[in-house]
C-alpha cells in the first residue's frame, strides 16, 4: 500500500459564509465534475452523497465531520475509485481580507500502481471545485432520501 496527500488552496473573492453555504451543504451538484448528487442518511444517521461524475461513473462519499463555526467539512470516499484503500478529504474556508481561503486537502492510500493516477485526477476535481467557487454557483436540485 502507498500513501500520498494531495493540497489545493485557493482565494476565493466572496464571503467565507457564501462559499461555506455552497460547500458545507455536502450537496456537490454545484461541482461542475458532478453531473447528478443525492443526499441519503445511513442508519446511524451520518450523511452520505451519492453522485455521478460527467462520464455517468457513480461515487459514494460519507460526511465524517462538520463544523459551521470553523467551517470545516471532512468525508471519505466508500466507492467509486478503483484501487483506493482510503481516501479522507477536508475542506476548510478562512476568512481573508478580500474574501476566503479555501483549502482542500485529501489523504490517500492505494496501489502503488494507481496511486499517482488517483492523486492527479484528485488535484483536478479539486482545481475544478476551487475554479467554480470563484463565480456564484448555479444550484441543481437534487433529492433527499433516506437509506
Known amino acids: 500500500m502507498a500513501q500520498t ?48 461524475d460527467q462520464d455517468g461513473n457513480p461515487y459514494e462519499e ?9 467551517r470545516v467539512l471532512c468525508y471519505r470516499l466508500l466507492k467509486g475509485i ?7 478529504a477536508r475542506v476548510e474556508v478562512t476568512e481573508t481580507e478580500s474574501g476566503s481561503m479555501v483549502s482542500w486537502h485529501a489523504e490517500i492510500s492505494a496501489s502503488a500502481e494507481r496511486l499517482e493516477a ?14 467554480a467557487l470563484e463565480t456564484p454557483p448555479r444550484v441543481k436540485s437534487i433529492s433527499r432520501s433516506k437509506l
Open 5 to 52: 496527500a494531495v493540497h489545493s488552496v485557493r482565494k476565493i473573492p466572496a464571503s467565507p459564509d457564501a462559499v461555506w453555504g455552497v460547500i458545507g451543504t455536502f450537496d456537490a451538484s454545484w461541482h461542475p465534475g458532478v453531473a447528478e448528487c443525492n443526499l441519503l442518511r445511513a442508519a446511524d444517521g451520518a450523511l452520505l452523497r451519492s453522485f455521478k
Open 62 to 70: 460519507r460526511r465524517s465531520y462538520i463544523s459551521d463555526t470553523d
Open 82 to 88: 478503483d484501487d483506493v484503500l482510503n481516501y479522507a
Open 118 to 131: 488517483i492523486a492527479d485526477g484528485t488535484r483536478t476535481i479539486f482545481e475544478a471545485g476551487l475554479e
